[in-house]
């Protein structure tokens, strides 16, 4: 039914396929077909292996003259699992007791997980760009209507309205980074960067913010690092991302302190750590931290007219770095939030 050559072939394929007879006795599977439907014995019909009503009533309008029947379904293999299940006559021209239909069980989940991603980040966007919005035109109706005469209420509102709008901007900005990113994640950069001084040069333009904080950032390098090869002004972002970070989830009058060194376990890279004296993060969250949008405490990061991008945006550069981030915490004792970055090779 199928010659060695052709089992070779099928067996190469990652997707799942079977040629059975007119009765749906299996007369073929390749590799792919046993690792995700397990073995068989002679005899064996696809319907007690695959038993789905759908599968079967679309290989039985296939027996009966269909061309081609092809259709979506879930299977309950290891875990659910969905899959393109197409069956096509092998010779159309044969008649029934001879025929041969050739069945297909091509996994599409990760298609449909990411299709779910896309539509969960859409409407995600969607909802932090309204948010602001609907504020915006709330001023916009008092200011025009009651408030229309009150230099104060204007004055202060004027002021809430900047800050909105300045958050959508951010939002907007952060949403470029990402998609810039992912366009260029394959391609680690090739330029040499110190990355103390990219560090140094962060502290120094977050300053603004870290005393309206009333954070002081205590900076540590313990021997001259080596050069990375990384891209200066993502680099900047992820310090800027982190260490904004840890003023603003930190307490009034604390310390932030950031070291640089080669990491203990492998010199091969360098470790740049930023340990505030905030609150801390509990176990169930740390894991969700570089997920888009995922904050702990809306309202809080909201009042420090946070994204919730910043640390997916850190996790995309440091993937592009062929770096990482790694976070420790317990709640109530601060946060360490640790950036690994290989060190450049010395030329052989
Ligand atoms: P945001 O714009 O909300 O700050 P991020 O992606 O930068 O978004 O961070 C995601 C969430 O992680 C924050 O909303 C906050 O809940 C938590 N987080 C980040 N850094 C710290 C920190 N140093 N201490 C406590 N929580 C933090």
Redesign the pocket.
């Known amino acids: 039914m199928v010659d060695d050559n052709l089992a070779a072939v099928l067996n190469g394929l990652s997707v799942a396929i079977f040629v059975v007879d007119c009765d749906q006795i299996i007369r073929f599977r390749n590799s792919a077909a046993v690792s995700l439907f397990g073995s068989w014995t002679q005899g064996t019909k696809l319907p007690s292996l695959v038993p789905n009503k759908r599968c079967i009533r679309a290989i039985e309008n296939v027996l009966d003259g269909d061309k081609r029947a092809s259709v979506s379904v879930k299977l309950q293999l290891v875990v659910p699992t969905a899959f393109r299940m197409t069956a096509q006559r092998l010779n159309p021209e044969a008649p029934f007791e001879d025929a041969q239909v050739v069945v297909s069980f091509e996994d599409v989940s990760h298609i449909l997980e990411a299709e779910q991603m896309r539509s969960d980040f859409v409407a995600n966007v969607s909802h932090e760009l309204r948010s602001p919005l609907t504020t915006l035109v709330g001023f916009i109706e008092t200011l025009q209507g009651h408030a229309r005469n009150d230099r104060e209420a204007t004055t202060r509102f004027l002021a809430l309205m900047a800050q909105e709008a300045e958050r959508m901007a951010r939002l907007i900005d952060d949403l470029l980074s990402l998609s810039k990113l992912q366009t260029v994640e394959r391609y680690a950069p090739t330029l040499p960067v110190s990355p103390m001084p990219v560090v140094a040069r962060v502290v120094a333009a977050l300053e603004p913010i870290l005393e309206q904080e009333r954070v002081r950032v205590d900076l540590h390098e313990a021997a001259p690092l080596p050069d990375i090869l990384g891209n200066a002004d993502e680099l900047t972002q992820v310090f800027r991302?982190i260490i904004e970070?840890?003023a603003?989830?930190?307490r009034a009058d604390s310390v932030v302190t950031v070291t640089g060194a080669l990491d203990e376990a492998d010199p091969q890279m360098v470790r740049i750590t930023v340990t505030?004296q905030?609150?801390?993060?509990a176990p169930e969250h740390i894991t969700r931290?570089t997920e888009r949008f995922?904050?702990?405490?809306k309202g809080?990061?909201r009042d420090?007219g946070?994204?919730?991008?910043?640390?997916?945006i850190v996790k995309h550069i440091l993937m592009r770095h062929r770096g990482r981030l790694q976070i420790d915490?317990a709640e109530g004792e601060g946060?360490r939030?640790s950036v690994l970055l290989p060190i450049m090779a010395e030329p052989a």
């Open positions: 991302n970070n840890a603003k989830y930190s505030d905030g609150d801390g993060i931290l995922y904050r702990i405490d809080r990061s420090k946070g994204t919730g991008l910043g640390l997916a915490s946060s939030f």
